[in-house]
């Protein structure tokens, strides 16, 4: 089945300064990505998606780019503010509806 | 748009016991799934509903049951409470199958005693 690892628990930034989450998966058939943010008791929120036959999309202030070479997902924040603070996870459909999430970041923004 | 709605937000059992957890989809969304979240493991996918019908299961012993109503409400089951079964337990909605943004609700907090 598919595994997904993150490439760092956590990841400290500089309030204003762009923040680079990153993500790998597994199965080279994968179709569909999604990036959550959970904060602190509450359950994860949905930032952005991306199906494979994309390689970057954009929203307010995020990026996704997806690799399918190497099988490597990035999330992009700019401008980071506090309220950015967070774990980030990525999450790789497997099947209809069944997503393997990463183990996920935790982002800290220092002011 | 009301969001995700679990209930309860808190619960407290002893092993043993037994306990069924609730989930209300956004409005309009048909597909429910369970995830299982815990230091430890993880998110971890439980089971997925659509039209009342258990679409995909993960990888959890047959103490983990769910069912889901017409009106795609859903509830999960736990039989036979494990001191290993207290988690977080996550509720998600998607409009349909496939391809599809699953929105969160805050989950149940499960503590087993």
């Not at chain 1, 500089?14 to 994968?30: P, R």
């Amino acid at each position: 089945g598919e595994s997904v690892g993150l490439h760092l628990p956590t990841l400290s930034v500089q309030e204003g300064d762009n923040s680079i989450i990153n993500c790998a998966y597994s199965n080279s058939a994968s179709d569909y990505f999604i990036w959550y943010k959970q904060e602190s008791g509450k359950g994860p929120q949905f930032i952005i998606d991306i199906r494979s036959n994309m390689d970057k999309r954009q929203g307010q202030r995020v990026t996704v780019l997806l690799n399918k070479t190497v099988k490597h997902l990035s999330l992009q924040i700019a401008a980071t503010q506090p309220g950015d603070s967070a774990v980030y996870f990525c999450a790789v459909e497997e099947g209809a509806q069944k997503l393997v999430f990463g183990q996920g970041t935790r982002l800290t923004i220092n002011p | 748009k009301a969001g995700v709605t679990q209930t309860p937000r808190y619960l407290i059992k002893t092993r043993g016991q037994q306990v069924t957890l609730s989930c209300s989809p956004i409005s309009g969304h048909r597909s429910v799934s369970w995830y299982q979240q815990t230091p430890g493991q993880g998110l971890q996918f439980l089971f997925e509903y659509f039209s009342e019908t258990q679409r995909n299961k993960g990888n959890f012993p047959g103490r983990f049951s769910g069912r889901q109503f017409s009106n795609s409400r859903s509830e999960m089951n736990v039989s036979t409470l494990e001191l290993g079964d207290s988690a977080l337990y996550l509720c998600a909605s998607s409009l349909n199958l496939g391809n599809q943004p699953q929105h969160f609700g805050d989950g149940t907090r499960l503590s087993i005693l």
